[in-house]
Nanobody
């Protein structure tokens, strides 16, 4: 079984910063692309940032210049550094990873349960 667990969320004032982590564990052969999403109440899930196994990154316009995605392959972990946070960043943040298990040669998408980020004064 493969699991993704997010951490690092919390309450922060506008203009503040947080760093989210998402650690993958289980019977993992290879992790390919890793991504961060968020979903606020009443809104659909939004793709924020992605990083390939080669280190190439992409960002949504809403977070470009403020958020940075990175990964540590030795720890099977992806990070999201969030700076200059705004009230509209309030949401549950989820990570997603494309993973090949040791028992399979097929890529599957795995999701974490999410971590809450609240930005308010």
């Amino acid at each position: 079984q493969v699991q993704l667990v997010e951490s690092g969320g919390g309450l922060v004032q506008p203009g503040g910063s947080l760093r989210l982590s998402c650690a993958a564990s289980g019977s993992i052969f290879t992790i390919f692309d890793m991504e961060w999403y968020r979903q606020a109440p009443g809104k659909q899930r939004e793709l924020l940032a992605g990083i390939t196994n080669g280190g190439s990154t992409n960002y949504a316009d809403s977070v470009k210049g403020r958020f940075t995605i990175s990964r540590d392959n030795s720890k099977n972990t992806v990070y999201l550094q969030m700076n200059d946070l705004k009230a509209e960043d309030t949401a549950v943040y989820h990570c997603n990873a494309d993973i090949v298990r040791r028992t399979s040669r097929i890529r599957n998408h795995y999701w974490g349960q999410g971590t809450q980020v609240t930005v308010s004064s």
